[in-house]
């Protein structure tokens, strides 16, 4: 039960030499995942020697070029490298036809399997589950349909007591399983043990919800009641704040009221207009709403851990 | 009567952390060309500050990604920048479907007028002229429809020889330009005075020739013939010669020989495959076919200037 964040790029709009636009690789509770895809990603994916071939799943909020140009280039290399397993890639209507058109003109069509999964819709769905991991859309608002996206753990097994099971003799090792599901025991004589009696609980699961490119919309707190991290796109200073309208974008103050509305454990601000040099603005604006808040930045790593029902966040820089 | 190419990018297939993929920045008789775009190309063009919002034409030689999958974002940047001015893209048919596709799902049109020159012809033709330079393709073999270009500097007017003329009374000012466009002038009493004897040629014009990518085709060469400076791909070295037939590249060697067959002033190796770490050899190889003979690098610099009769090469690394 673990997740695993490494900021690729959390600048808005043009990549710069030492600025990247929007992409995250995200390793939950085993599983690889690339959200967001701009400019450069194959790149910056090498840079921090992340282990590449192992993602399985794309997803791309929205298409604006800052979110997606790097996504064609990064089909190209897994195919150039030889890659045999199916990707999967979700994002709006229209990403399948761009994609596909690059690959038909240049003649490059891949040896593995290339899925698409459009999206259209405009209210939260579920559009990844395996036994490890559920993926839903979060609707945002902005200039072109955009989806951010909740990853879940999902909840372990319960533990068994062994000392507490042991002490009752009917039980088999054939009933192991269906006490990790959390089912009673029923004794012969008729007698229920409840479940709790006889498993602990597992830890808690973790979770992740990615919000970018969005204008402030409280409504989506309740999709982001009590998850673990948050990233929470931050494009403008209070200063620029009459920009947020026409531009659909959010402030640090709004992405940190988000945050406490919704009482997320951690909140990671991004998506920073390039008109900005120092970043500290951010968080000293963001703090007086939300406390646990964190900037952001190529090569840096979340990593959330659950020991022992003891919830550890850390990040570093590299 | 310059030349300046800065490379942005010279090696093969796949951008990584140190090497980029083909882009070159190219000011002829000051005018400001892009030639080739792949990925990342607008970063680069930040990262040695050359002022990119001058680019007019952009050149693609063929939509295999490591030469073009860089172009889209820079329109956009471009866009985000204000750019006003026309923006020319000469390339192969789909360009400008791939392009267009992607401004309109991204809702990102441009405010400044973009046109498409899609190139079709499988025979050499003149794609842009104007009163400085004029650029030709150079139709190259490889797995999908390519050329090179040639671009070529309009030689300059004649200077006129003033202690010859004023020693003419009968000329005036009004004869100038004619003596400057070469023609003779013929006195009152019927006496032709040769415009050699009244003028100075003017010095001689620069050329430059990319040719990227390609298999050896020593008919080039006549296209090339006497050409300044001569970028020629050499993905290879020898011991890989056999893949050029099915990957539709070439050697060192092969490029060395195009240059000595087509008696260029210089040669630029470049388009290196990612197997090779060390590149010296790639000199070694071409060397004993044509001694000058330099590597493309991301940042170097290649000058070439005509200053009284006397042609000026130098070449930097940044």
Known sequence: ???????????????????????????????????????????????????FSKIERIFISHLHGDHFFGLVGLISTFALLGREKDLHIYGPKGIKEIIVLQLKYSKSWTNFNLYFHELTSKK???????????????????????????FKEKLAERKLNISEVSKIKEIEICDYQNLKNGKDYTLKNGTII???????????????AFCSDT???????????????????????????????????STAEQAAKIAKQANVGELILGHFSSRYGNLDAFINEAKPFFNNVQLAEAGKVFELKNAENKKLVKSHSQ
Chains 1, 2 share one sequence.
């Open 1 to 51: 039960m673990s997740i695993k964040l490494t900021i690729l790029g959390c600048h808005s709009a043009t990549p710069r030499t030492n600025s990247h636009t929007t992409a995250q690789f995200l390793e939950i509770n085993t599983k690889n995942f690339l959200i967001d895809c701009g400019e450069g990603t194959q790149v910056q994916l090498r840079k921090y020697k992340l282990k």
């Open 124 to 150: 939260s769905e579920l559009i990844f589950e395996d036994d490890k991991v559920t993926v839903h859309t979060i609707p945002l608002k902005h200039r072109v349909y955009t989806n951010g996206f909740l």
């Open 194 to 208: 409840k479940n709790e009696n006889l498993t602990f609980a597992p830890l808690p699961a973790l979770n992740y």
């Open 215 to 249: 204008m402030y919309q409280p409504q989506i707190a309740d999709l982001l009641k009590n998850v673990s991290l948050l990233y929470h796109e931050s494009t403008f200073l209070k200063d620029k704040e009459h920009l947020c309208d026409t531009t659909m974008h």
